[in-house]
């Protein structure tokens, strides 16, 4: 394993439809974070995982978004109940916990909701 | 909250030129991310400075922090096409805790024949 691997890549679904990304981060990394970026924008923090305890949540995650990481190793997202405005990069990050250590993005999960 | 603002926000050089992407924050830099971008994949990790005065250098590309200015510049010498791409820096909120990232909006380079 040699970075940080997510799926799908691409997901074409109807508003009102609930989808679910996966992230798997690098094998030794305790933080896992979910970032969402938009065309012309730079990434937005969504979340941020230590191990399996979900240590900060954006205002940006509204009550139809959920993020786990039960085992403390692979990450979902789930958005219920999707809107066009959900259409985004959905990214997902892992490093170690101290400050100073590289944050390492993966190569993001495409959403377009129609 | 802390923003970042990036210039220029767009970018065009011929092959061979140099150039400068400078990032500037509202808040003081405690950590600050340098990352490249192909238009819709993931974040290429470039370089990350810490210290004020800090600099660091990667093949043709030289990154500085500036921590009185509380801005941080990434130089690219000898630009070539596969420089092309979005220059993204991010920034800690907090001294030693590497918790998230506030990012910029992105610089987009295009290099020319």
């Known amino acids: 394993d040699t970075g940080v691997s997510q799926n799908p890549r691409h997901k074409i679904t109807k508003r009102g439809q609930n989808v679910t990304f996966r992230c798997d981060p690098i094998?030794?990394?305790?933080?896992l974070y979910w970032y969402r970026q938009t065309l012309g924008q730079g990434p937005e923090f969504l979340t941020y995982?230590?191990?399996?305890?979900?240590?900060?949540k954006s205002r940006l995650l509204s009550d139809r978004f959920s993020a786990e990481r039960p085992k403390g190793s692979f990450s979902t997202l789930e958005i219920q109940r999707t809107e066009q405005g959900d259409s985004a990069m959905y990214l997902c990050?892992?490093?170690?916990?101290?400050?100073?250590?590289?944050?390492?993005f993966g190569e993001g999960s495409w959403l377009t909701v129609v | 909250s802390q923003e970042l603002e990036q210039s220029p926000q767009s970018l065009i050089v011929q092959e061979g030129k140099n150039l400068t992407i400078n990032c500037t924050s509202s808040k003081t830099l405690y950590g600050l991310y340098w990352y490249k971008q192909k238009y819709g994949e993931g974040l290429i990790f470039l370089m990350m400075l810490q210290k004020g005065g800090e600099e660091k250098s990667h093949e043709k590309i030289t990154a500085k922090l500036d921590e009185k200015k509380q801005q941080s510049s990434l130089h690219i010498t000898a630009s070539q096409p596969s420089h092309a791409g979005i220059y993204l820096c991010?920034?800690?909120?907090?001294?030693?805790?590497?918790?998230?990232?506030?990012f910029g909006t992105g610089t987009r380079l295009q290099v020319t024949l």
């Open positions: 995982f230590q191990n399996e305890a979900q240590l900060e």
């Open positions: 990050a892992s490093s170690l916990p101290r400050a100073g250590n590289t944050i390492y």
């Open positions: 991010g920034a800690d909120p907090k001294a030693g805790t590497a918790s998230k990232l506030t």
């Open positions: 094998s030794e990394h305790n933080r």
